[in-house]
C-alpha cells in the first residue's frame, strides 16, 4: 500500500491531479454500471477500480496539510474546497452505485479491510463515507421486505472492532455505522420508523438524532457498550449473516495485533453467550478451532478458543459432538482439550451424553451407509466415530458437573458400552494401541455412578484383561450382569426398564439381541422368582421365533429351566404353541433346542393342560420325522412316541395322527443313522400299543425290513383298512426323496399296501400310482430300479384284474373285507450290508384272487 505523502513533498498539482484521476474512475465505474456485463464480472471490474481510487483518495495528507500548502488565505480556500470536491467525487460514486445494487454494499466491506490493513490511511474519514453511505442505504430500504446485502454480517465485524478504538472520533464514527447497518438489517420489520432515520451533513456530523426512547439499542451503541453491541447485532442480524460476524472475528482471533485480538474474543464470547443458537457454520467452526490450536496458539487465543467451543456446545450440542467425533482416533491432546471445554457446559450435559449415544448407535468399521455416518468427510469409509465416543466418554463422565446426567442416562450407556465391547472384540482392536476404549469408559461409567465394588469384582474375576477377546465377549456381558446383581445395584430399576423397552422396541443388530436377552435374563434371575412376570414372559415367548438363532436358544433355555413351575404360568399354552413354531425355523440348532424344551415342559405340565395340546404338539412332531437332520428325526420320532405315552388315556384323540405317522416312521427303520432306526422301533412299538396291535413285535431277533412292512400292513388291513388309500398316497411322496434307502423302503411299503387294499383302489388310483413308480424305474440306484420295475408290474396285475362293473367291484370289496387272505412275500429285500433281491413270481399269486 502507499505510504502518505508528507508536506513538503504534496502539491497543489498532485492534488489536481489526485481530482483527475477521480474523475476519470468515477467515469470508468460508471460506464461499466450502465453496461450489460455480466453481474458478477462487472462488480470484480468496480471494485479493482473502487480500491484503486481508495488508495489515492485517503492517501491524502490531512486537510490541515494541504491548506499548508497554499501561500494565500484565496488559496487555502480553493485547496479545502477542491480537497473536499475529492471526497465527494468517490462517495457519491459509492452512493451510485449502491442506489442501483444494494450488493454493491459489498464495497463497505472490503474499503473497511483496506483500512485496517494499513494504518497510513485516516480512519475517520474513511469511516465518515462509509457511515453516510450506509446512512444513505437505509434511508433506501425502509420499508422493503427484504434487502439482497450479503455483506453486512462481515461488514458489522469489521465496525464493531472499531469501536473500540482509542480514537473516540473513529469509535463514534463506527458506532454510527452499525446503527445504520441494523437499520438495514432490520428493514423487513414494519415498525421501522421515519425517526430511526439518522441523517449527517457534508462534514460527517449529525445535524439531529431521533428522540432516544424510539430506538431501543442506539443510546447503547452509541456509547461503546459492548455487551449492547453483541447483543443488538445478534438480535438483529439473519442466521447467515450473523455466522459471517462469528467468523469474521473468529478468523480475528490469530491477527497479528494482539489488542484487535483481544478485542475480536472479546466481542465473539459476547455475541454467542446472548445469540450462539444463530451462527449456522458450527462444525465449520470447532474445525478451524482444532487446526488452529494444532498449531502453536497464544495463551489468550487458545482460552478464546476454547471459550468458544463452550458457548458454541451451550446451543448447538449435537453439532458440536459430532464434529469432535470427525477425527482419528484415538484422539490427541488438541482434541481431549476441547472435548473438556465442551463438557463444561453442565446445562447441556443431557444433550451430550444422548449426542454421544447416538453415535455408539453406530458399528466400528462398518462402512458408511446411514444418515448418521454419509456426513463424516474427513476420514476414510470407515466408521469409526463410535471408538472415539468412547475414548470422549473417559473425559466427559468424571466431570463433576456431568454426575445429574450420567445418573440419568446410566441403563443406555451401560448398554451402549457393552454393544461396543461386543464390536470391539469382534474387530480384535489391538488394545495396546489403546483403543479398547469401550472397556475404559465402562470402567469409568461404573466408578462414577457409585458402584466402584463392581468394579473390584469384575477386576477380580479377570474380566478386565480378557474382554477383548472375541470367544470370551458372551460370557463377558453375563459376568457384568451377574455382578451388578450380585451387589443389588441401585439403578436396577431404571436398567430394566431400559432392558425392557429395548426388548419390545427391538434391537439393530443380532448382537445387540443377543446381549439384551442375556442381560436381561441374568437380572431377572436375581430379583424374580419363577416364573417371570407376565410382561417378560411375553419377551421371552416372542424370543422363542427370533430371527437371531442365538436369541432363540437363549430364551428356550431360559423357558425350560421354568419347567418345575410351568403350571403357574397363565399363558402356558401359548408358550408351548410359540416353543412349536420353533420346530419350522432353518436353524438345526433351534429346533434341537425347541425338542429338548418342549419335552422338559411335557414332563412337569398338568394332563389336563396337555391333554388339551397333545394333538396339535403330535401333529408338530410330523414333519421333523422327515427332518435332513438325524439327530431331529430320532428326538422328533422318539418324543411322539413319549408323548402317545403320556397320552394313553386320550388315545381317541391322536388315533388319526398316529396312523399319519405311521408312513415316516416305518421308512426310517431304513434309515442310515441306528438312533434313527432305534427310535423308530421304539415309537412303534407304543402306536401298537395304541392302535390294539397286540401280535405286532418290529424288534424281533432277526430283523427284516420287509417283514415288519408286512406284518404292519396285515395289522392296518385288519383294524384300519379304509386308511390305506391315504397312506399309499403319503409313501408316493418319498419316491421323490433324495435319499436312496427312503425311495427303496417306500416302494416296497407301496406293494404291500397296493396288495392289501387292491379292492379300495379306483381305476384312477392305479393310475397316479403306476405314473409314480414309473418315474423311478430309471433312478440312479440299480437296487431302486429293481424294486420299482417288481412295484410296476405288481400294479399291472392290480389294473388287469379290475372290472369296470360297478356290482363287481362293490362285491370284491365286501369280499375282501370279510375274507382275508395271507400275504406272500413279494421282494425277498435284504436292509442295507446284505440287499438282494430275487426273482420271484409271488406277486402274482397276491395279486391273484
Known amino acids: 500500500m502507499p505510504a502518505r505523502k508528507g508536506h513538503a513533498e504534496y502539491t497543489a498539482t498532485s492534488l489536481w491531479d489526485t481530482f483527475a484521476t ?80 444494494l450488493y454493491k454494499l459489498q464495497i463497505l466491506k472490503e474499503m473497511a479491510v483496506w483500512m485496517s490493513e494499513d494504518n497510513s490511511y485516516l480512519q475517520h474519514r474513511v469511516l465518515v463515507i462509509i457511515c453516510r453511505v450506509l446512512n444513505f442505504a437505509s434511508r433506501k430500504v425502509k420499508g422493503y421486505g427484504s434487502v439482497d446485502a450479503p455483506c453486512l454480517g462481515d461488514l458489522a465485524a469489521e465496525l464493531s472492532l472499531l469501536c473500540s478504538h482509542t480514537d473516540v472520533s473513529i469509535t463514534q464514527q463506527a458506532s454510527f455505522g452499525i446503527y445504520h447497518l441494523l437499520c438495514i438489517a432490520n428493514c423487513h420489520n414494519a415498525d421501522i420508523a421515519e425517526s430511526k432515520i439518522i441523517k449527517c451533513d457534508k462534514s460527517g456530523s449529525h445535524s439531529w438524532l431521533p428522540s432516544l426512547l424510539d430506538i431501543e439499542y442506539l443510546p447503547d451503541i452509541l456509547r461503546g457498550d459492548k455487551t449492547k453491541i453483541a447483543q443488538s447485532i445478534g438480535q438483529t442480524l439473519e442466521p447467515v449473516l450473523l455466522t459471517d460476524f462469528v467468523w469474521n472475528l473468529f478468523m480475528r482471533l490469530n491477527a497479528p495485533d494482539p489488542v484487535m485480538a483481544k478485542e475480536a474474543a472479546i466481542i465473539l464470547k459476547l455475541t454467542l453467550e446472548f445469540h450462539a443458537n444463530k451462527v449456522t457454520m ?102 469409526m466415530m463410535p471408538v472415539a465416543a468412547s475414548q470422549a466418554l473417559c473425559t466427559l463422565l468424571p466431570v463433576g458437573s456431568y454426575k445429574k446426567a450420567v445418573a440419568q442416562f446410566f441403563p443406555q450407556l451401560l448398554m451402549a458400552l457393552m454393544f461396543q465391547l461386543c464390536y470391539s472384540s469382534n474387530m480384535q482392536l489391538d488394545s495396546e494401541d489403546n483403543l479398547f476404549y469401550a472397556r475404559d469408559a465402562l470402567r469409568v461409567l461404573l466408578n462414577c455412578s457409585g458402584l466402584q465394588q463392581v468394579d473390584l469384582s469384575l477386576k477380580r474375576k479377570n474380566f478386565w484383561k480378557q474382554v477383548s477377546q472375541v470367544l470370551f465377549h458372551l460370557h463377558g456381558i453375563y459376568l457384568v450382569a451377574k455382578t451388578l446383581a450380585e451387589h443389588n445395584f441401585p439403578q436396577f430399576p431404571e436398567t430394566l426398564h431400559y432392558l425392557y423397552k429395548l426388548s419390545v422396541e427391538g434391537p439393530r443388530r ?84 425347541a425338542l429338548f424344551t418342549l419335552r422338559r415342559l411335557l414332563n412337569k405340565l398338568d394332563k389336563v393342560t396337555y391333554s388339551s395340546l397333545c394333538t396339535r404338539i403330535a401333529t408338530s412332531y410330523c414333519p421333523l420325522m422327515d427332518h435332513s437332520d438325524a439327530g431331529i428325526r430320532s428326538m422328533a420320532i422318539r418324543h411322539f412316541g413319549e408323548l402317545l405315552r403320556d397320552m394313553s388315556q ?104 397296493a396288495i392289501l387294499g387292491r379292492h379300495l383302489l379306483l381305476r384312477d388310483d392305479i393310475e397316479v400310482i403306476m405314473e409314480a413308480v414309473e418315474r423311478v424305474l430309471l433312478d440312479e440306484d440299480p437296487l431302486v430300479r429293481e424294486l420299482a420295475k417288481t412295484t410296476y408290474e405288481l400294479f399291472k396285475k392290480v389294473a388287469r384284474k379290475m372290472t369296470s362293473s360297478v356290482i363287481k367291484q362293490s362285491f370284491r370289496r365286501w369280499f375282501n373285507f370279510i375274507y382275508i387272505k395271507k400275504v406272500k412275500i413279494l421282494y425277498n429285500y435284504n436292509s442295507p450290508g446284505s440287499l438282494k433281491i430275487k426273482e420271484t413270481d409271488n406277486y402274482e399269486d397276491n395279486v391273484e384272487e
Open 650 to 753: 386320550y388315545t381317541w384323540m391322536l388315533n388319526a395322527v398316529v396312523l399319519e405317522s405311521l408312513v415316516p416312521l416305518i421308512l426310517f427303520l431304513e434309515d442310515t443313522e441306528t438312533r434313527v432306526v432305534m427310535a423308530c422301533r421304539h415309537t412303534l412299538t407304543i402306536c401298537a400299543l395304541e392302535l390294539k396291535w397286540s401280535a405286532f413285535q418290529p424288534s424281533i431277533e432277526h430283523y427284516s425290513f420287509e417283514l415288519v412292512v408286512l406284518n404292519i400292513c396285515n395289522h392296518i388291513f385288519i383294524s384300519h383298512g379304509s386308511y390305506i388309500t391315504d397312506l399309499l398316497s403319503d409313501s408316493l411322496g418319498f419316491l421323490r426323496s433324495s435319499r436312496i434307502y427312503l425311495r427303496r423302503a417306500a416302494l416296497i411299503l407301496i406293494g404291500y399296501l
Open 22 to 101: 477521480i474523475l476519470n474512475h468515477q467515469a470508468l465505474i460508471l460506464s461499466v454500471n450502465s453496461s450489460f456485463v455480466d453481474p458478477l464480472l462487472q462488480f470484480e471490474t468496480q471494485l479493482r477500480i473502487i480500491e484503486s481510487s481508495f488508495k489515492i483518495v485517503f492517501a491524502m495528507p490531512t486537510l490541515k496539510e494541504v491548506k499548508d500548502i497554499g501561500n494565500t488565505e484565496s488559496e487555502e480556500q480553493d485547496l479545502e474546497e477542491l480537497y473536499q470536491i475529492i471526497l465527494n467525487v468517490y462517495e457519491d460514486t459509492l452512493l451510485i452505485l449502491v442506489s442501483k445494487d
Open 282 to 383: 458450527v462444525s465449520k467452526i470447532v474445525n478451524a478451532i482444532y487446526e488452529q490450536l494444532s498449531g502453536n496458539p497464544t495463551h489468550i487465543m487458545k482460552h478464546a478458543m476454547l471459550r468458544v467451543i463452550t458457548l458454541l456446545t451451550r446451543t448447538s450440542p449435537k453439532k458440536v459432538i459430532f464434529q469432535l467425533m470427525d477425527y482419528p482416533v484415538p484422539a490427541d491432546n488438541t482434541l481431549i482439550l476441547m472435548w473438556h471445554a465442551a463438557g463444561n457446559e453442565s446445562s447441556v450435559a443431557p444433550y451430550v451424553l444422548k449426542t454421544i449415544l447416538l453415535i455408539l448407535k453406530g458399528k466400528p468399521g462398518e462402512m458408511q451407509d446411514t444418515i448418521l455416518e454419509r456426513r463424516r468427510s474427513s476420514l476414510d469409509a470407515t466408521n
Open 510 to 593: 443380532t448382537e445387540e439381541g443377543v446381549i439384551t436377552v442375556i442381560f436381561l435374563t441374568e437380572l431377572l434371575n436375581k430379583f424374580f422368582r419363577d416364573p417371570f412376570p407376565e410382561e417378560f414372559l411375553v419377551l421371552f415367548r416372542n424370543w422363542v421365533n427370533d430371527s437371531n438363532p442365538a436369541v432363540s436358544k437363549l430364551s428356550l433355555q431360559k423357558i425350560a429351566s421354568m419347567a418345575p413351575v410351568i403350571n403357574q404360568i397363565e399363558s402356558v399354552c401359548s408358550l408351548v404353541l410359540s416353543i412349536l413354531d420353533a420346530f419350522f425355523s432353518k436353524d438345526k440348532t433351534v429346533v434341537i433346542r
